[in-house]
């Protein structure tokens, strides 16, 4: 008998701290743009025979993730608005149903799990959301709020439930008083504290916290912070915590997802992350940050356009249409300076970021005069005899096909393990830098 | 130096609700010159978005510019004075209504609000609405305006002008319509650009982008800004000079550096204690004890005296006014009577500890009502 199977049957909390209590394995989860009955048909007039074509077109909210997140820890997850950091840490919960892959919590797979058996084990997680002002009913009094997890699950009696309710009032930092009062009374940060309370009621162990600070007032969000990790201390909790603020996931966090349009491109121990960031996207968002300190040397907004559509990623690495660090097709002889000015001049020509159709207009914009030699000169030169003709649209395929197509980036997944400087945990980065 | 661009001085700003007088802005005062981005920083509730909007006079009902003078370039945009019934009326240098609208909006002060998407119309093409709005304001043909329209959205960033120009609002993400705002407000190039929180809704690194956007714009065109924040990394990133609010007043008004490195007021002290770092690991956040107290009924004495971790008897009775404490070449000011300018008896007078060690307590007590 397998060890995952061993700990199964046994169906108890056999998970030590540091053990992996839920694995993500292969996780997907894709949504339909349109759902209606006949969806899957629509019409393409210059198609030969029968103008009808079937099939749905998907938004790939989340690819094939994988991680673990270990008994006593806080896992963050990082990244920008519309990456699925939401979706996946539905997933987890099975609030969403995975299109693909598997969700294993405490060794049993929660895909196999129904009925009763999915119910008691949505006991033991629980999740806390961004919005403190919708994510509580405002016609019930907070007592109750807090109460009605342990009524759901049957636990205690209803005067058990009543002071357990108010000890919880009291550990969150809540005055066990105001039990009878209603949310309206309670401020912003007050009101994710009865979240917590909420969530804490039914003992948890693992609870997803998605984004529970970022409606907060900065001297608000200390102060939560700082309850929820006595709470962890105290209660031995595990979170996954979601955020988009980098300075939060720094402050929570003991290792640190990062994710890019359905992907996890980063995953390393808190330091090794912000000290040594090895996927050209984190670094990016590292450097974005705005410092509190006016002494510091900002370097910022490195980063070039927006992020594409989910519902055609890029292939290969998703990041490599806005990555500063592109890897140059082998098959041109470039110098890195060579390299940089080509790939600003394929990407600003994809944008129209220029006016300029002289030919010697933009080869002295881009490239001071003298276009690279050999073939990728060619195809440069190319590129600005079409600019010329007006042609942009010409420019632009012509350039993506010759280097941004080539490029190895464009053609494999990465998939990387990186020697960690900070510490011993595994540091995994999505980058072809990385492929020696 | 010279006389400043904008001049806002002890502006009053005040909402008639049926539970009270919210004294929203109370008596606030700070000048912007030339080329000069000035940051306005607090927590929401601080009164921020209602000082900026009463520079333009778009205070809505029920609330109403009570007291104060602003100055822009040397027309008086508003002055309420006191009259002898106790009411207060607009002086004769004020200049009128449709004035202000045809000259001033627009053309020489501009907006950027938070939310872009409630600032571009859903129904019309994000070009056509750059288009009337320069038409209208620049007496440009509509070939022309629409010429000028297209080289803006270039400016700013948006990705195949041309293309674009047709789009809906919807269309765009919240970033490029950021971007669309800011052309906007450029469109006639204005000496003045108040942003009311430009950035918060965005990803820091299309936050990123703008900023780099703000700064390269301003170098061209030498526009002067007043940036409202929350954000104190945004603050030491662009600001130049920083007004701190804290409940209706300016507690403390310096160069950026000073703020940071010789902050002068104990809100402000907390308020940087209080925020997580990206470039360095904080075991520990020192927040900022309790919440806010409402408007509708500040603390009697120093309005931050509830929280303040440095206050005193004295502090529960006298509220101090905005006063020169630095030593630099430029002001300081600062509203705490622990700084010899005031003369006040803070050194003698016993700590008020106790309450503020009672953390949330204090909240509960200061900001909620009881049932």
Sequence with gaps: MTERAAAATEGVDSVGFGDPLVEIQNVSKYFP?????????????????????????????????????????????????????????????????????????????????SGEKLRNTRKDVQMIFQDPQS??????????????PMQAHGLLDAEGRAARAQELLEKVGLDPQHYNRYPHAFSGGQRQRINLARALSVNPDFVVCD??????????????LNTMRDLQEEFGLTYLFIAHDLSVIRHISDRVAVMYLGQLVELADKRELFENPSHPYTQALLDSIPVPDPRADGRRGVLEGDVPSPIQPPSGCRFRTRCPKLIAPAEYDLSDEAWDRVRAFMRHVKRRDFTETDPEAVRRRYFDGHVPGGSAGDVVSAAIDDIAADDWDDATERLQEAFAEQSVCAREEP???????????????????HRE | MSDPLLRVDDLQVQFFTEDGVVRAVDGISFDVHEGELVGLVGESGAGKSVAVSAIMRLVESPGKIVGGRIEFDGETLIEVETGPDGDPYRTEATIPDGELRERIRGREIAIIFQDPMESLNPVFTVGGQLREFIELNRDLSEREAREEAVSMLREVGIPEPEARYGDYPHQFSGGMRQRVLIAMALACEPSLIIADEPTTALDVTVEAQILDLVEDLQDRYGTSFVWVTHDMGVVAEICDRVNVMYLGEIVEQAPVDDLFYETKHPYTTA?????????????????????MPEAIDPPAGCRFHTRCPAAREACTTTNPDCREVGDGDQPHRAACIKHDAFEAAYNGSPPLDAAAQQGFDVSLSGGETDD
């Design chain 1, 33 to 113: 743009t349109d759902e209606g009955l006949f969806s899957w048909l629509s019409v393409n007039r210059d198609a030969d025979g029968l103008p009808v074509e079937t099939g749905r077109e998907w938004v790939k909210a989340v690819e094939d993730v994988s991680f673990t997140i270990r008994k006593g820890e806080t896992l963050g997850l990082v990244g920008e608005s519309g990456c699925g950091k939401s979706t996946l840490a539905r997933t987890i919960l099975r609030l969403l149903e995975p299109t693909e892959g598997s969700i294993y919590f405490k060794g049993r797979d929660l895909a196999d799990l």
């Design chain 1, 135 to 148: 994510s509580l009913d405002p016609r019930m009094k907070v007592g109750k709020i807090v109460e009605e």
């Design chain 1, 211 to 224: 984004e529970p600070v970022s409606a907060l007032d900065v001297s608000i969000q200390a102060q939560v």
């Design chain 1, 415 to 433: 998939d990387y393990e990186v020697d960690p400087e900070y510490g011993t945990d595994r540091h995994t980065a999505a980058c072809h830098l």
């Design chain 2, 271 to 291: 308020l940087l204690e209080s925020v997580p770092r990206p470039d360095q690991t904080v075991e520990e956040l020192n927040p900022i004890k309790g919440v």
